[in-house]
């Protein structure tokens, strides 16, 4: 096997690259040749995808990519067992050499609004729309649109102190298919 397993996530204030593990209702990093854990925030995790930018950075699950046709970011895809862009299309080998790894969503949230358009929200009115419960807290889910033209979506918890209040989904799938991928991960956050 020639492909790198590793995976990253943050802990209150750095990133970690390592093993991911469990310990007890813990996530957990465990850089390599180090013997202790660290314990990282769940909704930071991501699997290194095997592939790098232009710069020779690393690509993980859950980078926002700059491309020439819009920002994305990276995910799982269990159906087809590949990572992929956010609107739906498989991340190709050859676009990933020409594309810029955007500031990380989870450190600058304002960087990747201000890139997209406003920050104005305008909440969902979609009933159709049903989110499982918040994994950690059990409140539910509010959704919005982002930006002008609604640019982007905001699942957000109602929930203040809840420990992952909203997650940022860049447009391009339609609003089931980004509740569809919230309530996954829901089920596998529990």
Known sequence: MNREILFRGKTDDEWVYGDLGRLKNAITITKRNFIYPYIVM???????????????????EGDILKFRSGIYSVEWDNEHSKFLQRDGQFVAFVECENEEQAQELFDNKE????????????????????FISMPLCGKKPVFETWGSGGKMYMIKCKNPDCPVPEKGYPTGRIPEQVADVWNRRAENAV
């Open 42 to 60: 769940p909704e930071t995790v991501g699997q290194f995808t095997g592939l790098t930018d232009k710069n020779d950075a690393k690509i993980f």
């Open 111 to 130: 960087y990747f609004m201000n890139t997209i358009g406003s920050q104005k929200a305008e909440v969902c009115d979609n009933e159709e729309i049903e």
